[in-house]
C-alpha cells in the first residue's frame, strides 16, 4: 500500500470519525446539561462540561409538572394502533393490487399514488373537522384517525409481493388454497421484512408527529410526546437544564428500541429505498 | 345449470374480483374519507372567510386567494419554504453519498457509523430542536462558546434574520442525512464487485470508476432520496415553529408555508385563508414533482 492510499484511508476514517461526534455531540450535550444546575448550565468562565454532582432534580421537578406517564402511554397506543391498521389493511390491499386482476384496479392504484404525492397539510384541517364533530377530540382514536389507512403502506408492501415468485401462488392453489387462504398462509409470511420496514416507518411517523397531536388533543392528559414536548417548551422558556431533562425523557424510549432493534431498522429501511 | 349460463363472467374470474374489491376495500374506503373527501373540503374552504372552528363561514369566493397573492408575507414563506429546499437537499444528499461511499470502501466498522449516522432520525424533531435552540443560545450556547474560544465573533444563530435560516437548514441537514445515507448505501452494496474490477483492469482511476461505475448505477436511488427530501422539505414545520416564534425578529426571514397555514389554520382560527396557503403548497410541490419527473427520463438510468 503507497504512502498515497495510506493517507487516503486516514482522511476517510478522519472524516467518518468527525461526522460520527458531529451527530453524537448534541444528544451527549442534553444528557450532560440534564443533570447540571441553572448556575452549571450558564458559566462561561470556568466553562462548565461535567456537572459537579449528578443530581436528578430537573428529572423529578419535569416529571412532577407534567403527565409524562399519559404522554408515553398516549404516544405507545398512538403507535400500536397505526401499526396494527396499516399493516393489516396495506397487506391486504397490497396483495390485490399486485396479484389479482379485477375491474377498477388501475384507477383505485391512481388514488394510492396520488395520495403520496400530495402534501398531508391538505388533510388537517377537514379531518380535524371530522374528528370534531364526532365529539372525540383528546383521545386515543383522535390520534389514530389519520393513520387508519396508509397509501405509503399500501405502495411499499405492493413492491415486496411482486418481488415474490408466482409459482407459489400456483402450487398453493393445486394445493386447494383459495385467494383469501394463499394471501394470509403462503404469500403474507414471506414478506416479513417488507411488514417490519413498514412497522418501523408507521412507529417513527407517529413518534415524531407533532402538529395532528398538537391541534387535535390540546388537554394536558391526552398530548403525545412531540406535543408534549412543544407545551413544555412554551412553558419553561428558558430553564434549559429542565427542558433537556424533558427531551431526554422523550428520547430515551425510542433509542433503547433502536438500540435493541438497530439491525431490523436500518436494514428494513434499507430494504424500502429506490422502489419509486 | 340454466342461470349459470346468463352470468357472462366465468366463475373464476369472478371470484376474483370479489376477493379483489374485498381487499382493497378497507384502504380505499380510508383513503376516500381520510384524504380525498378532504382534499375537496379543503378546496371548498378555501372559498370562505371562517370564524372559530368552522362556524359563522362567509363565502368570499377567491377573496383568499386576493389576499394571498396581495400578502408580503406568504411571498416570503415561499421564498423562505424553497430556500429550505435548496440549502438542505443537495447538501443532505451529497454529504449522505459521500459518507456512504466511504464505508462502502475497506473500512473498519462500517455499521457501527451506520448506527450512529442513523439516530437522528429517530429523535422527535420537538426534542432535537430543543437541544439545538440550546447549543445555539447566544450568550450560553457551546456552539458559541467554541467560536470564541476560536477567536471568531458569536452569532445570534436563532434571532438574528440573515442567519436563522441556515440555522434551520442546519438541522435539517443534520436530521435527515442518516436516512439517506442508509438507502444510498444499501443500494452501493448491490452493486457488482466485478464492475469495479473490470474498470481497475482498464485502468480507470478511482475518480473515474467513481463517475462511470458508481453514479449511474445508484441513480434510482439517487432519485428516490432526491424526491422525497424535496417533498419534505417542502413540508418543513416542527424545528421552525419549536425555534422561531412569532414575536422573533428573525420570523419573516424564517417562516415557512406549513407555519404560516397552522398559525392561520390554528393560532387565528381563519381556516378559509389556511386552507388557500396550503392549496398554494400543493400547487408548488405539483410543479416541482412535474419537473423532476421529466428530468427523471434524463439522468435516471433502470437497468
Known sequence: ?276 | MAGYKRIRVPRNTWNMWLWGWFLVAPTMLGLLILNIIPIFQTLYLSLFKSGAFGRGNQYVGIGNYERLIADAQVWHAVANTLLYTVLVVPLSVALAMIIAVLLNGKVKGTSIFRTIYFIPMIAAPAAVTMVWRWLYNPQFGLINYVLTQLGLDPVRWTTDPQVGLISISLIGIWSIFGYNMVLLLASLQEIPRDFYEASDIDGASKMQQFFIVTVPLVTPTLFFVFVTTIIQSMQVFDVIYMMIDVTNPAYERTVSLVYLFYNNSFRYMDKGYGSAIVVLLLVLIMIITYFQLKAEKKWVNYM
Open chain 1, 1 to 276: 500500500m503507497g504512502i498515497a492510499s495510506k493517507a487516503a484511508k486516514a482522511a476517510a476514517y478522519l472524516f467518518l470519525i468527525t461526522g460520527a461526534a458531529l451527530m453524537i455531540i448534541p444528544l451527549l450535550w442534553m444528557l450532560l446539561t440534564s443533570f447540571k444546575t441553572v448556575a452549571e448550565s450558564t458559566s462561561m468562565n470556568p466553562f462548565v462540561f461535567f456537572p459537579s454532582v449528578w443530581r436528578v432534580d430537573n428529572y423529578t421537578r419535569v416529571l412532577n409538572q407534567n403527565h409524562f406517564s399519559a404522554y408515553y402511554v398516549n404516544t405507545f397506543l398512538m403507535m400500536f394502533f397505526r401499526i396494527l391498521c396499516s399493516l393489516l389493511f396495506s397487506a391486504m390491499a397490497a396483495y390485490a393490487f399486485a396479484r389479482l386482476q379485477f375491474p377498477g384496479r388501475n384507477f383505485l392504484f391512481g388514488i394510492v399514488l396520488f395520495q403520496m404525492m400530495v402534501p398531508t397539510q391538505i388533510f388537517i384541517i377537514p379531518q380535524y373537522l371530522m374528528v370534531d364533530a364526532l365529539g372525540m377530540r383528546n383521545s386515543i382514536f383522535a390520534l389514530v384517525f389519520p393513520g387508519f389507512v396508509s397509501a405509503f403502506g399500501t405502495f411499499l408492501l405492493r413492491q415486496f409481493f411482486l418481488g415474490l415468485p408466482r409459482e407459489l401462488e400456483e402450487a398453493s392453489k393445486l394445493d386447494g388454497c383459495n385467494i383469501g387462504q394463499t394471501f394470509l398462509l403462503v404469500m403474507l409470511p414471506l414478506t416479513r421484512s417488507g411488514l417490519v420496514a413498514l412497522g418501523i416507518f408507521t412507529a417513527l411517523f407517529a413518534y415524531k408527529d407533532m402538529m395532528w397531536p398538537l391541534i387535535i388533543n390540546t388537554s394536558a392528559q391526552s398530548a403525545t410526546l412531540a406535543s408534549a414536548l412543544a407545551k413544555i417548551q412554551s412553558a419553561i422558556s428558558v430553564n434549559y437544564p429542565e427542558l433537556m431533562a424533558a427531551s431526554v425523557l422523550a428520547f430515551w424510549p425510542m433509542l433503547l428500541v433502536y438500540i435493541v432493534f438497530q439491525k431490523q431498522f436500518v436494514e428494513g429501511i434499507a430494504s424500502s429505498g429506490g422502489k419509486l
